[in-house]
């Protein structure tokens, strides 16, 4: 499904399946362009050798053959390669070409998913896409629950907190997707939050665009399931107290750091700042248990701050970082 353009009728397209399948989904839209391009590549070779290639043509060919797996270069270079194919007269390598100009240009390809999905229900799919190597990007809206199938709790909803399945708290921790997919090595996985720190959500993407491999990208999304006391209207703000306060750390893991020597884990939050409690607080499916169970509530808010003060030691430690670890 196009749905916008620009002035030179290129956008992005849309395609959905059921949310459980999106990994496998655009996995096959990914193997199916693959084919299709590394055709386009047979058949540039095919005519780079034959007798009505010109040097300009051969050139161009050259030149896009380089340049095929960078965005801006790609499409640079496959114009002047469909102009020097213009100047060939009936040939019917260059019209089988010409049929298949949209693959100059090479497409970002990004699959979009919740965090039931990614978690939970379609894990599965998604690591074997992870793991698959392939040049391929996702993208997890994580609002720490079952959000458009009505609140259910899943293995991304943290300790202590209220959703259905878990209304008396859940007794057990979130499940840390982004360290999981990082022991591959070879995965870009970052972990962003627009409120907290915008021009480092633009990195990421940047970077997980540019990454010659699988990338992931884990956002937190302020949910009207989360109950924001503040209101969905404050939900940046929101945002900004969940980075600050160590309940959602910034990071980003580029395997091509780890291929200059460098250590492939930058972490791009300070430490908490001591306000987990109070954000804890600010939102229902937190604060409603301290009504109903208030000695659980406290004890499991505390279990759930000492766990993610740990984990922004180990994230220290594991980016070689002097801090809360020291």
């Known amino acids: 499904?196009?749905?916008?353009?620009?002035?030179?009728?290129?956008?992005?397209?849309?395609?959905?399946?059921?949310?459980?399948?999106?990994?496998?989904?655009?996995?096959?839209?990914?193997?199916?362009?693959?084919?299709?391009?590394?055709?386009?590549?047979?058949?540039?070779?095919?005519?780079?050798?034959?007798?009505?290639?010109?040097?300009?043509?051969?050139?161009?060919?050259?030149?896009?053959?380089?340049?095929?797996?960078?965005?801006?270069?790609?499409?640079?270079?496959?114009?002047?390669?469909?102009?020097?194919?213009?100047?060939?007269?009936?040939?019917?390598?260059?019209?089988?070409?010409?049929?298949?100009?949209?693959?100059?240009?090479?497409?970002?390809?990004?699959?979009?998913?919740?965090?039931?999905?990614?978690?939970?229900?379609?894990?599965g799919g998604l690591d074997h896409v992870m793991a698959s190597g392939e040049d391929i990007n996702i993208l997890v809206m994580d609002t720490e629950v079952y959000s458009n199938t009505g609140g259910q709790s899943s293995k991304a909803t943290p300790l202590g907190s209220v959703a259905?399945?878990?209304?008396?708290?859940k007794r057990t921790g979130k499940k840390d997707l982004g360290r999981i997919l990082m022991s591959y090595g070879y995965v870009y996985v970052a972990t962003v939050s627009m409120g907290a720190n915008k021009n480092q959500v633009l990195k990421a993407f940047k970077e997980?665009?540019?990454?010659?491999?699988?990338?992931?990208?884990?956002?937190?999304?302020?949910?009207?399931?989360?109950?924001?006391?503040?209101?969905?209207?404050k939900s940046m703000e929101e945002s900004k107290q969940a980075t600050e306060s160590g309940y959602w750390p910034l990071y980003r893991f580029n395997p091509e750091l780890a291929a200059e020597g460098k250590n492939p884990l930058q972490i791009d939050s300070k430490a908490p700042n001591g306000t987990i409690q109070d954000f804890l607080m600010g939102e229902n499916r937190y604060a409603q248990l301290s009504k109903q169970i208030p000695e659980e509530s406290k004890a499991l808010r505390e279990e759930l701050e000492r766990q993610y003060i740990d984990r922004f030691k180990m994230l220290e430690q594991l980016a070689g970082l002097p801090g809360l670890g020291e």
């Open 208 to 233: 997980a665009e540019a990454y010659k491999g699988p990338s992931i990208i884990i956002a937190y999304a302020p949910c009207i399931n989360q109950g924001l006391r503040a209101g969905m209207g």
């Open 164 to 169: 259905k399945f878990a209304a008396a708290g």
């Open 1 to 123: 499904t196009p749905y916008t353009t620009n002035k030179e009728g290129h956008g992005p397209a849309w395609g959905n399946s059921l949310f459980e399948d999106a990994a496998e989904f655009g996995y096959g839209i990914n193997m199916a362009y693959s084919q299709r391009r590394n055709k386009l590549v047979d058949l540039l070779t095919q005519l780079k050798g034959s007798a009505e290639a010109h040097p300009e043509l051969k050139e161009a060919i050259d030149a896009w053959m380089a340049a095929k797996d960078d965005g801006d270069a790609s499409r640079k270079t496959g114009d002047a390669v469909l102009d020097e194919i213009g100047k060939l007269g009936h040939n019917h390598l260059a019209e089988e070409i010409w049929g298949m100009s949209d693959l100059f240009t090479k497409k970002s390809l990004w699959i979009f998913g919740g965090d039931g999905w990614a978690y939970d229900i379609g894990f």
